[in-house]
């Protein structure tokens, strides 16, 4: 049974900082471009930004370039997003996901496993 567990959400004032982790199981991690999509509140999901499954390449959506860094760790199963100065408009439930490819997929359709999320939310 596949299992991706985020984890480090929480409350954090405008430019401050948050590390959100993905855990996961169940799954060849390294053989799957890990994402990471956040849904703001009274919107549709939306991509944030990805990375390829040896962690060679990383794609982000505009809006994060430069603030957000996502990194992954092929040994603890784990994938990372760095967020630094976050801003109100961050505020969103976070999720992770696996895609089965060698690429960086931005389309929901090609993540074939989600977690849960996890909640960050960003005081002005």
């Known amino acids: 049974q596949v299992q991706l567990v985020e984890s480090g959400g929480g409350l954090v004032q405008a430019g401050g900082s948050l590390r959100l982790s993905c855990a996961a199981s169940?799954?060849?991690?390294?053989?799957?471009?890990m994402g990471w999509f956040r849904r703001p509140p009274g919107k549709e999901r939306e991509f944030v930004g990805v990375?390829?499954?040896?962690?060679?390449?990383?794609y982000y959506v505009d809006s994060v370039k430069g603030r957000f860094t996502i990194s992954r760790d092929n040994a603890l199963n784990t994938v990372y997003l760095q967020m630094n100065s976050l801003k109100p408009e961050d505020t969103a439930l976070y999720y992770c996901?696996?895609?089965?490819?060698?690429?960086?997929?931005?389309?929901?359709?090609?993540?074939?496993?989600w977690g849960q999320g996890t909640q960050v939310t960003v005081s002005s």
């Open positions: 996901a696996a895609a089965l490819s060698t690429g960086l997929p931005s389309y929901e359709r090609t993540y074939r496993y």
């Open positions: 169940g799954l060849t991690f390294s053989s799957y471009a």
């Open positions: 990375i390829r499954w040896n962690g060679g390449s990383i």
